[in-house]
């Protein structure tokens, strides 16, 4: 899913009269979905927060009511070495920030924090950056990581859905491709990649040519050679949006879908916060690390005994035969999502 970040960042440099929330996440785009209800609670408590973040999630957050100020942090490109550091901190800093909050945890944010002259620093103990923290909360270990993050605004509950709110124009965009493409609703989106190889289900292509419902492919630039594989197999019914389009307008996609067949990646995650149905694919990693659908979404994952074998997903297998993925046959797949689309028609 591409970027749509067409908007530029207020500029920084001038004082708040009220100086307020800083947080700093600069984590993966699925760890950014799932920061939005944190945001929201923040912004109840003491108004609208300042969010520091990647270039590519940057729209996930800069319509969010609960935002005053996306900052995007190019640490690749050109925020990018010490001095680009340095640069953001300093104008941070000239901002005032009375507190920061740091759902990532990493010693890059604590020290971003640190030089943005934040008073307060609030994170989770035990974090590689807990170190600069003046208040490390106790970090939950059981439900959703949407909740769990609400921690740091002290608050745990579950958040209410949907959490991701979408503008007229993303709608129309999303409704713009796929009336051009004939796609006939009710459709079924399939999101075969993952920023990590071995969290990538091997059988989309198969599974799609077994679906009876259009299908649509979401994913980014890097999984274009995969999706036209799932397209080839099903061509008149499957059709390919990978790389294609913004990731706002992929998330109002996602928000018409009748259902998501999803890894565990960024869709699965999109997927929840607009309370859409899901079917979950878990190979490497475990739902009970929190990152899993919520409700009564259905989990398709193969009991192996060197499950998880990370908590993110290695870039291959560590013992070479990725049987948690490959063992997990199309047929067994194909039965929980016809399943699920009859639980809900």
């Known amino acids: 899913m591409v970027s749509e970040s067409g ?37 109840d408590a003491d108004g609208p927060v300042d969010l520091v973040t990647t270039p590519d999630a940057a729209p996930l957050a800069e319509q969010h009511p609960a935002v005053r100020r996306v900052i ?26 009375a507190r920061a909050v740091l759902p990532h945890g990493s010693v890059r944010s604590a020290a971003l924090a640190c030089l943005a002259g934040a008073a307060e620093r609030v994170g989770f103990a035990g974090a590689p950056g807990a170190l600069s923290y003046t208040r490390r909360v106790s970090r939950p270990t059981a439900g959703h990581m949407s909740a769990r993050l609400l921690a740091l605004a002290g ?15 993303d709608r129309a965009s999303a409704a713009t491709w796929l009336d051009a493409h004939g796609v006939a ?19 989309f292509a198969e599974l799609a040519q077994r679906l009876r419902h259009p299908v649509v492919v979401i994913g980014g630039p890097e999984d274009q050679t995969l999706a036209a594989t799932i397209v080839q197999a099903a061509p008149h019914r ?30 699965l995650h999109l997927a929840t916060a607009l309370d859409r149905p899901v079917v979950a694919i878990f190979g490497p990693t475990i739902p009970a690390f929190g990152f899993g659908p919520l409700g009564d979404d259905p989990i398709v994952e193969q009991a192996l005994p060197c499950r998880p074998c990370s908590s993110h997903g290695p870039a291959a297998c560590p013992l070479g035969h990725h049987d948690c993925m490959r063992e997990i046959d199309v047929s067994r797949v194909t039965h929980v999502v016809e399943a699920r689309l009859a639980g809900i028609s």
């Open 238 to 267: 499957c059709h390919g949006a990978t790389g294609l389009l913004g990731l706002r307008t992929s998330a109002a996609i996602v928000e018409r879908a009748a259902l998501v067949v999803s890894n565990d990646s960024v869709a």
């Open 155 to 169: 608050q745990g509950t579950a958040p209410g859905r949907p959490w991701l709110q979408l503008t007229a124009g």
């Open 7 to 43: 908007r530029e960042a207020t500029a920084l440099g001038t004082r708040n009269p009220e100086p307020g929330t800083l947080v700093i996440q600069t984590a993966h785009l699925g760890d950014v979905v799932l920061t939005l209800p944190l945001l929201q609670r923040l912004a």
């Open 72 to 97: 995007p942090f190019d640490k690749h490109g050109a925020d990018r070495g010490l001095a680009g550091f340095i640069r953001l901190g300093r104008r941070l800093r000239a901002t005032g920030y």
């Open 185 to 203: 609703e009710p459709f079924i989106v399939l999101a075969p990649g993952s920023r990590w190889g071995t969290k990538r289900w091997p059988y």
